[in-house]
């Protein structure tokens, strides 16, 4: 059984969850910042979501806005980093560990404050977007939608020239 531990050199991270629930990640140096937004992207693809190029945190059916703090609070419930420790005379052990995002981190051995920040930026681009409204048509576009459709051009090729799904554009053909 692993020994928890938390490593940080400030306060500590506390790590609510049970680690065999929390995705377990090995953190390789300052350029796996990219692979980490994956697997957080992965392992909480049905509570991050991306609204308009914002992280937003799916709770009790309300979309919440993500900030670096809050990542960091919901990221170590769900995301730990492993070492192997020698505790000397060959006495190894893995620890494993909540990630401190805490500025002036030695990267080589986890992710600081700035990586936090474009973990933000990275997960609002690999996570489920929230959907947009319907954009709202003129009466005008609305006309020519109707003679495009009655004049035989097809709704696919329509659709896409007015931000709008094919159905609308076969309502709006019809008789």
């Not at 937003?56 to 995301?79: C, Q």
């Not at 004049?151 to 159905?167: L, M, N």
Request: aromatic residues 6%.
């Amino acid at each position: 059984m692993p020994k928890l531990m938390t490593e940080a050199p400030t306060e500590p991270t506390p790590l609510p969850a049970d680690p065999k629930e929390r995705r377990i990640f090995h953190w390789q140096g300052p350029n796996d910042t990219s692979r980490l937004a994956d697997v957080i992207a992965e392992a909480c693809v049905t509570e991050l979501f991306s609204d308009g190029g914002a992280l937003k945190r799916l709770v009790a059916g309300e979309l919440v806005p993500l900030n670096r703090d809050s990542l960091r609070d919901f990221l170590a419930e769900r995301i730990a980093g492993v070492k192997l420790v020698n505790h000397g005379a060959s006495n190894y052990q893995v620890e494993i560990h909540a990630f401190s995002f805490a500025p002036y981190t030695n990267t080589n051995e986890e992710p600081d404050q700035r990586m936090l920040v474009e973990l933000m930026k990275l997960l609002a681009e690999r996570v489920v977007r929230v959907p947009s409204a319907p954009p709202k048509l003129s009466e005008q576009q609305r006309q020519e939608i109707r003679a495009r459709a009655r004049s035989g051009e097809p709704p696919e090729r329509i659709a896409p020239s007015y931000g709008v799904d094919v159905a609308t554009v076969r309502e709006l053909g019809r008789p």
